[in-house]
């Protein structure tokens, strides 16, 4: 399996919605049987939506801070926390800083459903 290597200007990027972008590091296109990884960009004021997946997620704050619910629990998030989240576990991400927060997340299988909330 070839080395596949990407800086985020790189990456595949699309507008979910006003103010919250996903970079695709690696998607369904990557030569690989498991897993996905993207960073999350959510400007100030805006969340992305809650929502849960069929696969396990994996969370890391690069920058930023903001309010997380996860599973109906409050979680505050800032810039060096490490997170996971379960599959089928409704989860939602709002920024409450002044600057882009940006989270960088793997999901545990190459194909998986979103279901929004």
Known sequence: ???????????????LHDG????????QDTPTDRGVMAMATIEPDVCCGL????????????RGKGVGEIGGQEVTLE?????????KI??????????NLEI???MSEKHFTTTPL
């Not at 929502?51 to 690069?62: D, G, M, R, T, W």
């Not at 810039?79 to 599959?87: C, F, N, T």
């Open 20 to 27: 919250f972008l996903e970079s695709w590091f690696f998607d």
């Open 51 to 62: 929502h849960l997946h069929s696969a396990e997620e994996f969370f890391y704050i690069v």
């Open 1 to 15: 399996m070839p080395v596949k290597l990407l800086k985020i200007d790189e990456a595949r990027t699309e507008e």
């Open 104 to 106: 960088l997340y793997c």
């Open 79 to 87: 810039a060096g926390l490490a997170m996971y989240v379960p599959a």
């Open 90 to 99: 409704a989860h939602n991400f709002t920024n409450t800083g002044d600057s």
